[in-house]
């Protein structure tokens, strides 16, 4: 081995010096370099779509164009969110898109599933904070439902929601629609079809339902929560394919 010069000693310090440091952020590095953080607030994805005024559309939309072979199927989003979920997986399977009017307090709780019905395609409205009978409240009240929902909608997403739909009715008094503009929605979206699946009759009765009042333009209520419904849903989008009827979000059926 030849001999070690000073310079060399020192080139060795400085090695060392440095693996030590190196060595430190490793052990200490979630202290001294946090990694950045992945929350997925409104931030971290573009704002979701907001609504949108339909020129010579009447205040309350109760269903879309007939000469075009589109339905949208729009649904109650509040329950069990493994049920909300298998709605939405049976839906995008087949191809389809749906519409959710989401409760506030169910948002509460299962925040997540905002984000998850809007990166599937579908739409994401405002159908109040507490699901209670908004039509039949003071003034008051009435605005707190409305802007409670479009609140958490827009910390969740960015937006108020691309739909108000009222609570407990299938139209708003005239109040409620006078509240619901103030608020930000042009309109107020009820429905021609109603699957009165929340009465749980089971899925054949569900399937008849529907597919013996749908057509061209129709808007159909369903409720995210009944397994009737999930069990009734892919016969609905089977039959309503073979008639070519598109299943599409109420934007796609607007626009």
């Given at each position: 081995?030849?001999?070690?010069?000073?310079?060399?000693?020192?080139?060795v310090?400085?090695a060392?010096a440095g693996?030590?440091?190196?060595?430190?952020?490793a052990?200490?590095?979630?202290?001294?370099?946090?990694?950045?953080?992945k929350?997925a607030?409104?931030?971290?994805?573009?704002?979701?779509?907001?609504?949108?005024r339909?020129?010579?559309?009447?205040?309350?939309?109760?269903?879309?164009?007939?000469?075009?072979?589109?339905?949208a199927?729009?649904?109650?989003?509040y329950?069990?969110p493994?049920?909300a979920?298998?709605?939405?997986?049976?839906?995008?399977?087949?191809?389809?898109?749906?519409?959710?009017?989401?409760?506030?307090?169910?948002?509460?709780e299962?925040?997540?599933?905002?984000?998850?019905?809007l990166?599937?395609?579908?739409d994401?409205?405002n159908?109040?904070l507490?699901?209670?009978?908004v039509?039949?409240?003071?003034e008051?009240d009435?605005l707190a439902e409305?802007?409670?929902?479009?609140?958490r909608?827009r910390?969740?997403?960015?937006?108020?929601?691309?739909w108000?739909?009222?609570?407990r009715?299938?139209?708003?008094?005239?109040?409620?629609e006078?509240?619901?503009?103030?608020?930000?929605?042009?309109?107020?979206?009820?429905?021609?079809?109603?699957?009165?699946?929340?009465?749980?009759?089971?899925?054949?009765?569900?399937?008849?339902?529907?597919?013996?009042?749908?057509?061209?333009?129709?808007?159909v209520s369903l409720?995210?929560?009944?397994?009737?419904?999930?069990?009734a849903?892919p016969?609905?989008?089977?039959?309503?394919?073979?008639?070519?009827l598109a299943?599409v979000?109420?934007?796609?059926?607007?626009?």
């Open positions: 081995m030849g001999r070690v010069t000073t310079t060399d000693r020192r080139a310090l400085r060392t693996l030590a440091f190196t060595a430190g952020c052990t200490s590095g979630a202290v001294a370099h946090p990694a950045p953080s929350s607030g409104p931030s971290a994805k573009p704002p979701a779509p907001g609504p949108r339909l020129p010579g559309r009447p205040a309350q939309l109760t269903h879309g164009p007939r000469a075009r072979p589109r339905v199927l729009t649904f109650h989003g329950g069990d493994v049920t979920t298998a709605l939405l997986r049976a839906a995008e399977e087949r191809g389809a898109h749906l519409t959710v009017l989401a409760v506030g307090t169910w948002l509460d299962h925040p997540e599933l905002a984000r998850r019905i990166d599937g395609g579908h994401l409205g159908h109040t507490h699901h209670l009978g039509n039949d409240m003071s008051a009435a409305i802007e409670g929902c479009a609140d909608l910390r969740l997403t960015g937006s108020i929601g691309s108000f739909r009222p609570s009715a299938a139209r708003a008094s005239p109040l409620v006078r509240l619901a503009r103030r608020v930000g929605y042009p309109h107020v979206l009820s429905y021609d079809v109603d699957s009165l699946d929340f009465t749980s009759p089971g899925a054949p009765a569900i399937t008849r339902k529907v597919l013996g009042e749908v057509r061209n333009g129709s808007v409720h995210f929560g009944y397994a009737d419904t999930v069990a849903l016969a609905v989008l089977e039959e309503l394919d073979r008639r070519g299943a979000t109420t934007t796609e059926l607007f626009s």
